[in-house]
Nanobody, 132 residues
Framework: QVQLVESGGGLVQTGGSLRLSCAAS????????MGWFRQAPGKERDFVAA???????????YYTNSVKGRFTISRDSAKNTVYLQMNNLKFEDTAVYYC??????????????????????WGQGTQVTVSS
């Protein structure tokens, strides 16, 4: 059974940084797109970033416009872990952050999967609070 466990959330001041981790267990994904989504109180769950990989091909990263230049998604294949480095955090970044896996997918062009209902596995979420 696949499990995704997020960690690294917390309270930070505006302009600060956090690094979120998402550790996958239960299987090794040969092809996969791992995404980060976030949900603020009273709002929908929104796409933040994703990284797509498959054996023998390059990784591709995707970001929503509001985090480009501030957030970086990366992957450590040996640890089966995906990271989201968040710099220059803003008050509006406050949300519960979830990682999710779209098993079997690989995106290498302009199209990628940002729809939450198409991801197969989800973590429990980690709270990120940015104080102004």
């Amino acid at each position: 059974q696949v499990q995704l466990v997020e960690s690294g959330g917390g309270l930070v001041q505006t302009g600060g940084s956090l690094r979120l981790s998402c550790a996958a267990s239960g299987r090794t994904f040969r092809s996969c797109t791992m995404g980060w989504f976030r949900q603020a109180p009273g709002k929908e769950r929104d796409f933040v970033a994703a990284i797509s990989w498959t054996i023998g091909r390059p990784n591709y990263a995707y970001y929503t416009n509001s985090v480009k230049g501030r957030f970086t998604i990366s992957r450590d294949s040996a640890k089966n872990t995906v990271y989201l480095q968040m710099n220059n955090l803003k008050f509006e970044d406050t949300a519960v952050y979830y990682c999710a896996a779209d098993d079997g997918s690989y995106y290498s062009g302009s199209y990628y999967n940002s729809k939450s209902d198409e991801y197969d596995y989800w973590g429990q979420g980690t709270q990120v609070t940015v104080s102004s």
